[in-house]
Nanobody
Framework: QVQLVESGGGSVQAGGSLRLSCAAF????????MGWFRQAPGKEREGVAR????????DYADSVKGRFTISEDSAKNTLFLQMSTLKPEDTATYYC????????????????????WGQGTQVTVSS
C-alpha cells in the first residue's frame, strides 16, 4: 500500500514562511513526478507545483510563482514545498500527490489524473 504523509502545516501571519514535507513509502512505490495541491473551503482543488523525480524543470501555478519552491530528496522519497511571502489567500489544506510511474506526469490542472494522495495538512495565513 502506497502512502503519502504530509507534515509542516500550521498558522502564520501574512508575509511569513512555512515548509511542507511529504514522505512517500510503501511496497512497490515509484513515481515519475510529484506535486502539491491545495483546497480552500468551498473551492475546487488547485494545483500548486509539480516536479519530475528524474530531472526536469518544476512547474508552478501563476499564483505562487516567485514565492513557493518545490523540491525533493529522491533518496528519502520526500517532497518539500517551501512557501514564502505567504498571503491570506494561500490559506487551504495542502495535499501531496504522486503520479504513476507507468503514465505521463499529469498536469496541475488535472487533479483527477494523479494516482496517489496524502491526507492533507492545513495552512492558515492571517492578515
Amino acid at each position: 500500500q502506497v502512502q503519502l504523509v504530509e507534515s509542516g502545516g500550521g498558522s502564520v501571519q501574512a508575509g511569513g514562511s512555512l515548509r511542507l514535507s511529504c514522505a512517500a513509502f510503501g511496497y512497490g512505490y515509484d513515481t515519475n513526478c510529484m506535486g502539491w495541491f491545495r483546497q480552500a473551503p468551498g473551492k475546487e482543488r488547485e494545483g500548486v507545483a509539480r516536479i519530475y523525480t528524474r530531472g526536469g524543470s518544476p512547474d508552478y501555478a501563476d499564483s505562487v510563482k516567485g514565492r513557493f519552491t518545490i523540491s525533493e530528496d529522491s533518496a528519502k522519497n520526500t517532497l518539500f514545498l517551501q512557501m514564502s511571502t505567504l498571503k491570506p489567500e494561500d490559506t487551504a489544506t495542502y495535499y501531496c500527490a504522486a503520479g504513476s510511474i507507468w503514465l505521463a506526469c499529469p498536469p496541475l490542472s488535472r487533479a483527477d489524473e494523479w494516482n496517489y494522495w496524502g491526507q492533507g495538512t492545513q495552512v492558515t495565513v492571517s492578515s
